[in-house]
Nanobody, 116 residues
């Protein structure tokens, strides 16, 4: 089992920045990919960014050039630096960890609200 705890959400104005953190505990040696997903009201959960244990990254098109995902394997922590935030980035952001057997674990979610 893997437990994930997110932090760093909040309310900001358009154009500002936020940094999300997600700390993993439990069977962390089994984790391969970590990432961030988000879900806005009335919409499906969507991928924001992922990063493999080796550091390969993948981003949703609308956040490319604005968001940066990074990972500290020694701390079992993944980060999402979000710059130039837009109102359409408003959502609950969920941390995800996937192990080598393709089992997904989820954090409780952290609210990000961007005002115009």
């Amino acid at each position: 089992q893997v437990q994930l705890v997110e932090s760093g959400g909040g309310l900001v104005q358009a154009g500002e920045s936020l940094r999300l953190s997600c700390a993993a505990s439990g069977s962390t040696v089994s984790i391969n990919t970590m990432g961030w997903y988000r879900q806005a009201p009335g919409k499906q959960r969507e991928l924001v960014a992922t990063i493999s244990r080796g550091g390969s990254t993948n981003y949703e098109d609308s956040v490319k050039g604005r968001f940066t995902i990074s990972r500290d394997n020694t701390k079992n922590t993944v980060y999402l630096q979000m710059n130039s935030l837009k109102p359409e980035d408003t959502a609950v952001y969920y941390c995800n960890a996937r192990n080598w057997h393709w089992t997904d674990y989820w954090g409780q979610g952290t609210q990000v609200t961007v005002s115009s």
